[in-house]
């Protein structure tokens, strides 16, 4: 009953008179139906207008069609014969059910071949003696040329042009059911029905300046380019398209922050800073000196600074943070950082608050683990303004916390925190500055589109004498040496990370890896060594302790899982050891490797791994070659591609359905420049020619953190 309302439903909509819908269910495309529409569904297809943009993940230039008698074994062709003879048979070893098609183009005959598809013997029965296009890799069998599930497509009886040869033809992307003849007809038919009533979304200025072709015109040819220089200028049109208003909603989002309520224009002068600084025992580096200036020009400004601040761990970013707060504390104002875990906002607390005494300060940490009455001592002393710094974790943002006057505020690793975690704390002062860390890397084209409303700084410098890395691979094999180096190290007073393989599965799996790795260490290995435990089911509290024991020297071994990948410093422990190192992604390699070089003694990062898959030898080359963060950021997105490089998923960033980050950089530039350039000459997109961008904006990016607040 449903069935037959459905197909009368969709016989009604194709003989309306109505315009077509392209949000109309992609079940009433021309070829569709309702078993397609489920496979579709699978790919994220849902409407007609899902459908055009269900773009090509390669092409295959079939534009020069061979002759069955000049074919070699091993070349992949398109030729054109007659069905001559289709059979089912069985193979006589194994009797698997086989498919075998002969077509003759005049000049010879190919067979082609398909396993336990039986159906297909009854469809080139009617066939023959028609021609059909083959597209494929020849091979010799027993009969001659063979190919080997071959595409192929019947050609129509008026000669016309197929979509499989003679042309550039895309191949899509597929699930199981879905064939790429059929996908390829079911386009061709959406676009000639809804690419006259698709509207398209970009200013017809910026279209005109900027030499791009119009939307209608860059879908067509980005399907069933007529040549490489068509879909060239689609592709360009397209990927310009998805940048510019991923641009757009982020410079709104940019708009809405900092420019829609005033900030704060701080007196910035020699003075704010000039206490610190001489106390300082040793010279910033260029970079910090150069980072400290771009932030200190933006707190002088009357609009919110929004900046983010990239350095490599021990670059020195905790001390560009204390040099920016020296000048909202200058100015009457407080100043707050938010970290991510306990202890590591205890760790900036103990070094801030070092720094701190000696200028005079007064500090208060905030975190959920301290006692009622410690917190509300805490509370009182952020209230009243005796609390020059507040360092906490998210409990700084909670109901009850008020601030005397809070005119800055820091984040530290950024990618911890959700957009409205970050809000909140900004909300507890009048619009304040918004300084961001991380010591995360990450390549500029992806900081664009990631954090494209923060201003970007990067500390690329590291302080002199401090000593690299020294990082080593060694296969599996070498593990019993590598523990024997270790336990030298101990012996001198030193301190050891073992980090355990990566379980993706579960993080219960983690766990009882990491346990059972610490027990066999404990009975095995380090029988007389102070061994500890580190895993992310423990307590805070607990793993407060661990690492707590571990900085005071009680613990000598740490095994522990990832959850060290951002935490304390200690600067006694100078071996990074990693267990199956290929598991673990370059940005986690190398956040691990930074728990180590931290104090005076020679630093060694140990990879334990038999790689082997390419990716995996890659990744291990680039630890072995290079400490620069910035570096392996880039062959970390490389090798991995924008997708799955680290932080975007948590990013609130849409995927990009054809734009590359990595290849079309000039094009995101570009339309960087054109979205924010608009923003400023009109800030509501309230003019005529823009509503419509806004709500396109908000269709777009609905569900994401880019429709909401920085």
Same mark, same amino acid.
């Given at each position: ?27 009433? +495309? ?6 397609? !529409? ?39 062709? !398109? ?15 194994? @009797? ?40 494929? /890799?020849?091979?010799? @069998? ?168 990239? @350095? ?25 950082? #938010? ?96 300084? +961001? #860390? ?23 410098? #590291? ?7 020294? /990082? ?27 980090? !355990? ?139 991995? @591609? ?27 530039? #570009? ?40």
């Amino acid at each position: 009953m449903q069935e037959s309302q459905s197909r009368t439903a969709g016989s009604e909509l194709r003989k309306s008179a109505r315009p077509p819908d392209p949000g109309m269910s992609v079940q009433f +495309v021309k070829g569709v139906g309702e078993r397609l !529409c489920k496979l579709f569904g699978k790919l994220g297809i849902f409407t007609a207008q899902d459908l055009l943009w269900h773009f090509p993940r390669r092409y295959e230039d079939r534009r020069s069609m061979r002759r069955i008698a000049q074919l070699h074994a091993g070349e992949t062709a !398109c030729f054109r014969g007659k069905v001559r003879v289709a059979d089912n048979m069985r193979t006589p070893r194994s @009797g698997t059910l086989l498919t075998r098609v002969a077509v003759d183009d005049g000049s010879g005959i190919a067979y082609l071949v398909w396993f336990n598809q039986w159906y297909l013997k009854n469809k080139f029965a009617k066939l023959l003696g028609k021609d059909i296009v083959v597209y494929g /890799t020849a091979q010799f @069998g027993s009969r001659g040329i063979e190919f080997t599930n071959p595409e192929w497509e019947e050609i129509s009886d008026d000669g016309g042009d197929t979509l499989s040869s003679n042309r550039i033809v895309p191949v899509y992307p597929l699930t199981e059911g879905l064939f790429q003849g059929r996908v390829r007809r079911i386009i061709y038919n959406a676009l000639d029905t809804y690419l006259p009533v698709v509207e398209d979304p970009l200013p017809e200025e910026i279209r005109k300046r900027r030499g791009l072709v119009d939307l209608a015109t860059a879908l067509r040819n980005i399907h069933f380019p007529p040549s490489e220089e068509a879909r060239e200028e689609a592709r360009l049109r397209l990927v310009y398209e998805e940048f510019f208003f991923l641009q757009l909603a982020l410079a709104l989002r940019r708009q809405n922050v900092t420019t829609a309520l005033p900030g704060i224009a701080f007196d910035v002068t020699p003075e704010c800073s000039k206490r610190l600084y001489e106390i300082l025992p040793f010279e910033l580096t260029n970079a910090q000196k150069r980072v400290i200036r771009e932030i200190e020009r933006d707190m002088a400004r009357p609009i919110a600074m929004n900046r983010l601040v990239q @350095g490599d761990v021990g670059s020195g970013k905790t001390l560009v943070a204390l040099a920016s707060m020296m000048v909202a504390i200058h100015n009457g104002y407080q100043a707050a950082l #938010m970290a991510p875990t306990e202890i590591l906002a205890e760790q900036h607390y103990l070094v801030l608050t070092r720094w701190a005494e000696q200028l005079g300060l007064e500090t208060a940490l905030l975190t959920g683990s301290l006692t009622a009455k410690e917190k509300r001592a805490a509370r009182e002393r952020i209230a009243s303004g005796q609390a020059h710094i507040a360092i906490g974790t998210h409990a700084l943002i909670q109901e009850d916390v008020e601030f005397a006057k809070l005119g800055l505020v820091v984040v530290d690793e950024q990618h911890r925190f959700g957009v409205l975690q970050r809000a909140a704390l900004r909300d507890k002062g009048l619009n304040p500055d918004v300084l +961001v #860390m991380t010591a995360t890397p990450i390549p500029r084209t992806l900081a664009l589109t990631v954090y494209g409303d923060l201003d970007l700084s990067v500390i690329d410098e #590291m302080p002199p004498g401090r000593k690299p890395i020294k /990082t080593h691979l060694k296969a599996t094999s070498e593990r019993p040496r590598v523990y024997d180096a270790a336990r030298k190290l101990i012996n001198e007073g030193r301190q050891v990370y073992i980090v !355990c393989p990566l379980v993706e599965e579960s993080e219960k799996l983690q766990v009882k890896a990491a346990t059972e790795l610490a027990e066999h260490l404990q009975r095995d290995v380090f029988p007389d060594i102070a061994l500890g435990l580190l895993h992310g089911q423990m307590k805070p509290a607990e793993k407060d302790d661990i690492m707590r024991r571990f900085r005071d020297g009680e613990i000598q071994v740490l095994v522990s899982t990832t959850v060290i990948e951002v935490g304390v410093d200690v600067p006694n422990a100078c071996v990074m050891l990693i267990e199956d190192a290929e598991r673990f992604g370059l940005a986690q390699l190398h956040q691990l490797r930074g728990r180590v070089g931290r104090g005076e003694h020679q630093s060694f990062c140990v990879l334990i791994s038999d790689p082997n898959t390419d990716d995996a030898r890659q990744r291990m080359d680039v630890m072995v070659r290079t400490c620069d963060g910035f570096e392996i950021a880039e062959e970390d997105l490389r090798i991995r @591609g924008p997708g799955e490089f680290y932080g975007t998923r948590q990013s609130g960033v849409p995927s990009l359905r054809i734009a590359n980050i990595l290849r079309d950089v000039d094009i995101l530039e #570009m339309s960087r420049e054109d979205a924010f350039e608009l923003i400023k000459a009109d800030p509501k997109l309230s003019a005529s020619v823009h509503r419509d961008l806004r709500d396109i904006i908000k269709k777009r990016f609905e569900g994401s953190d880019l429709v909401t607040v920085s």
